[in-house]
């Protein structure tokens, strides 16, 4: 009697068959549910990555520590620390920006005080309005030994 009933078909439901192809509901349900599944598996794969071996609850199979309901602060409380949390984010990014401009200046100064050196060195001239060469052979030898030494 069993293999008879084994043998025989379902009947074919339509319905159910067009909701399951058709329905926005239904496909987002599917692909939630795929999703929800996908976030455990990194989850998990993570924790055997790192070494991590969290218990199992054993009625249901999950995770123990993600079943208990942690205390949460009141709203304003939450509130008060998010906001406290983006001011110190915005105060560390200012400073951050601040540190990197007074750098940026003070490079710039620098290349200006050698600029200015060195145009003052090639800029003397003779009485007769010769440029004076010494100036111009000192430079060049700084140029060769500092390309020596690098």
Excluded: C
Aim: cysteine-free; proline content about 3%; hydrophobic content about 25%.
């Amino acid at each position: 009697m069993s293999s008879q009933v084994e043998k025989t078909k379902k009947p074919f439901d339509k319905k159910k068959w067009r909701t399951k192809k058709y329905s926005n509901k239904q496909k987002f349900q599917d692909w939630d549910e795929r999703r929800k599944k996908a976030v455990i598996r990194d989850y998990y794969k993570d924790l055997s990555k790192s070494g991590n071996k969290r218990p199992l609850d054993p009625l249901n199979g999950k995770d123990v520590n993600l079943t208990k309901q942690q205390k949460r602060l009141n709203p304003h409380k939450e509130a008060q620390e998010r906001y406290n949390q983006i001011q110190e984010e915005k105060k560390a990014r200012r400073l951050e920006a601040l540190k990197k401009k007074e750098e940026i200046r003070q490079a710039l100064d620098e290349y200006k005080q050698k600029k200015k050196f060195k145009n003052k060195k090639l800029g003397k001239k003779t009485k007769k309005g010769q440029p004076v060469m010494k100036e111009r052979l000192e430079l060049l030898l700084e140029k060769i030994q500092a390309s020596v030494n690098t």
